[in-house]
C-alpha cells in the first residue's frame, strides 16, 4: 500500500485557461508547480469561465454551465503525437537523457522532476520517480520486449511510491504482438494531446489522472481471444482504488467487436470520481461498458457528460451501433447527461440519473 503523499499543484495551460489539479504529492525531496508546454496549431480552449479544481478530494466538481470543449478538429493524426517538423535524438547507449539509465530494452527513469523531451526511443519507459514529463518523444516496442509482465510500453511504476508523470505530445505504441498489454498504466499521470496506439489496450488509469486532447486507437486482438479496450479502469492503483480521473476530449477508438471504448470494471478495486466530458467514442463491443460492483469493489460518483458516438454509415465507424452490440452498457452510473450521435445530434440514448 502507498504512502498518503503531500499536496502536488500541477497546472495544464491552455491558451490561457489554467486547470489546477491538486493531487498527491511526493512526501520528501518537496513538491513543485509542472506546467506543461502548449503546442502552437493544437486545442486550444475559452474565453471561459475560470475552470474549478479537478481533483479536491473526496469529489470532482460539476463542469461550469456552458463550458466549452475546446476550438480545434477531434484529436486525430495532425494534432495528436509529436508535433511535425520536430527533430527526435535517437536514444541509444551514447544518448541517454539526464536522470534515466538504458538497458537497451527499456529506458528507465529515476529522477525527480527528469524531463525526457525529443527523444524517439527504441523500447519501453519506465518511470520510477516523481513529476516526470515526456514530451515531443516517439516511443516504440517493435519486437515484444518488454521489462515486465505488465506488457506496458510507458510504465508508471506503482512499485515506486510517489511515481508520477506527464506524457505530451507524444506517440506512442506496441508491436501489436501478443506480450503487448497496455500502451500507458497503471498510476498518476496526465496525458496532453498524445497519440497511443497498436496494443491490446491503450490506457490504463488507475489512479489520479487526467486524459486530455488525445488520439487513443488500434486495440488488435492479437491472441483471438483478448479482451480490447481503448481505456479501461480496473481499480487497481492507488491504494487499491481508482480516485478521480478526468477523460476529457479525447477520441478513443476500439476496432474489436469487444469491449469497449471506455470500460470502467472495479475488479481490482474502488472506482470513484470520473469524469467523461466531451469525447468521442467509436467501436468496441459496447462504446461504453461497466460500472456498478465487482468482487465486492463499487464504482460511485460517475458523470458521463456532452460525449458523442460514431456510427456507420459515418466514415471511420466501425459499427452500425456505436459498439459491436450497442452504445452503453453502464451500470447505474450517477449521471447521463447530453450524449448523441456523432453524425446527427440525437440522443444516443437517454438522459439519466442515479438514484
Known sequence: MRKRWALLAVVVVAAGVTWKVARPGH????????????AHG????????????LYPFPTIPAVPEGWPLPSCDPPGPTNTGVPAGTTLTALDADHVPVGATWDGIALYVHQDGATIE??????AVVIQASDVTLRDDRVTVTEDRFPTADGAVILVDYNHPGASGIVEDTEASGSNGKACGVVIGFSDFLLLRDNFHSCGDIVHPNGYNLIQDSW?????????????????????????????VTILHNKLENQEGEVSAIGLGPDQGDIRNVLIYGNILNGGGYSLYGGGASHGHHTT????????????????AYFAKGGASGPVAADDPDTLQGNVWDDTGQPAFPDHRGS
Open 301 to 316: 460518483n460517475t458523470r458521463i457528460i456532452d460525449n458523442r458516438w460514431m456510427r456507420l454509415p459515418q466514415p471511420g
Open 42 to 53: 493544437r486545442c486550444t480552449y475559452g474565453p471561459a469561465p475560470e475552470p474549478p479544481t
Open 216 to 244: 487513443l486507437h488500434d486495440t488488435p486482438d492479437a491472441t483471438g481471444d483478448d479482451h480490447n479496450d481503448a481505456l479501461q479502469i480496473t481499480g487497481g492503483g492507488d491504494q487499491h482504488s481508482s480516485v478521480n
Open 118 to 123: 525529443g527523444y524517439d526511443i527504441p523500447g
Open 27 to 38: 512526501a520528501g525531496a518537496g513538491a513543485r508547480p509542472v506546467q506543461p508546454h502548449v
